[in-house]
């Protein structure tokens, strides 16, 4: 199923990172300096230590008080050059489908920029990872409707194949090593991560829904749209309002 890579690096011209440290769920982050936005405050919720808080300067393309910047090399990840890219794609495509950012502008190394950035709007709400300890019965089946809703409607997104995004045209490729099928990219997370804390029988299982949904995948002959990495973490919700 299509899905965008997120091990790349990416830059803009105009970007400094200066000595100021935020936390960003309790990873240290310098904070840059990038043409066009001032006040960048480390967003907390994500684990790439990419993601900022700005205001717009006065000429800057932003008719926002407030907008979310995406610096890539910012963190402790690396990614390519094509990041930026994707995901404008990505969030051009799904624009008016699911609640997503608009897209405010983007910058790529592979037109001249010396870093990558993404701008987009913030979505109101707190997320989901701090709602779900105190939210009762009631709540939680509200919650996993609409979530659930919402990735109904990315099935419903059809692409022309299956691979990994290599540009903001969204042109498809192969995927990633390991990535061939979900088994096999559970075991390879499963060496390189927290999912190592997971007991044995608890990995079993997840290798076994891995298995159960790749035979699924197998038989279908269309390929649609799917998120890579919807964590609870980074999915804001708005739980009282109805």
């Known amino acids: ?26 990873m240290s982050t310098s904070v840059p300096t990038v043409r066009g936005y ?3 405050r480390p967003l907390p919720g994500g684990h790439s230590g990419e993601m900022f808080l700005a205001r717009p300067d006065g000429d800057a393309a932003a008719p926002l008080d407030e ?13 390519g050059p094509e990041a930026p890219g994707v995901q404008t794609g990505v969030l ?3 624009s008016g489908l699911v609640p997503a950012p608009r897209l405010v502008e983007w910058r790529s ?7 990558g950035l993404l701008v987009m709007s913030r979505l109101p709400g707190v997320p989901l990872v701090d709602v779900l300890p105190t939210a009762t019965d009631a709540l939680q089946r509200r919650l996993g409707a ?7 409607r990315l099935s419903g997104i059809a692409l022309t194949g299956v691979g ?38 608890e990995a079993d299982a997840v290798r076994l829904l891995c298995a159960r949904a790749e035979t699924l995948l197998e038989v279908s ?13 980074q999915r804001p919700v708005r739980p009282r309002v109805r």
């Open 146 to 152: 609409s979530l659930g809703e919402a990735l109904g």
């Open 109 to 115: 190394v592979e037109y001249g920029a010396e870093t």
């Open 1 to 26: 199923m299509p899905r965008t890579d997120a091990r790349h690096n990416w830059a803009t011209r105009g970007l400094e990172v200066g000595p100021n440290a935020g936390d960003t769920g309790g």
């Open 164 to 201: 990994s995004f290599l540009d903001h045209r969204l042109t498809l490729g192969p995927y990633p090593e390991h990535a061939e099928s979900l088994v096999g990219w559970f075991d390879h997370l499963h060496r390189n991560t927290e999912l190592e804390l997971l007991y044995p029988h």
């Open 92 to 94: 051009r495509l799904v």
């Open 67 to 79: 907008v979310v910047l995406r610096i890539y090399g910012a963190g402790h990840r690396r990614r």
């Open 221 to 233: 002959p269309r390929a649609c749209l799917v998120h890579g990495d919807l964590s609870a973490s």
């Open 38 to 40: 001032h006040d960048l």
